[in-house]
């Protein structure tokens, strides 16, 4: 019975984690191919225009702290799921497997606490900057947009971590 409990918990588990990953990419695909080519090219327009016409762009100084802004958190799950965070090999590899998986069960459970702090703020922060109409000061670009794709990051964020983390604790059938 409980054998059949867990091998149907590592099914949708598999299943979470591959639907997981068509999300993630798809926001890696979307920083890629959108958000970083549309920096560079502000970027190079703002350098031209300011070198050789002396009229640089106004609103590019904003525009760009925002591009920067969904850079970093539209790539943070592509990165936790490819487990590019900081991590000193040579001394984890030194440590016996117990000691291993209490630093997994920990990173996780860090990064479980981190993304679901990001996506509550990110909630809260999108519903107040959609009440109150919040919007960038040189550009009519509406602030709440960023919040949300800040929450959906801190939730895809916060689903691997509880599936690794329900992986971790859960023993393999």
């Known amino acids: ?28 695909q979307l920083n890629l191919w959108i958000v970083f080519p549309v920096l560079v090219l502000t970027v190079l327009t703002d350098i031209a225009l300011r070198t050789f016409l002396n009229s640089p762009l106004s609103w590019a100084h904003e525009f760009l702290g925002l591009l920067l802004i969904c850079l970093f958190f539209l790539e943070l799950p592509h990165n936790v799921r490819r487990r590019d965070f900081l991590q000193i090999d040579l001394l984890y590899l030194k440590l016996g497997r117990i000691a291993q998986r209490g630093l997994n069960l920990l990173a996780w459970l860090a990064i479980l606490a981190f993304a679901v702090l990001v996506a509550w703020q990110g909630y809260l922060s999108a519903l107040e900057m959609y009440e109150f109409e919040e919007q960038a000061t040189t550009l009519p670009i509406p602030y709440w947009p960023l919040s949300a794709f800040i929450c959906s990051s801190g939730v895809l964020m916060a689903l691997q971590a509880g599936l690794k983390l329900f992986n971790e604790v859960l023993p393999a059938p």
């Open 1 to 28: 019975m409980l054998s059949s409990l867990i091998k149907s918990l590592t099914l949708g588990s598999r299943w979470l984690d591959c639907g997981l990953g068509y999300a993630i990419a798809g926001l890696h």
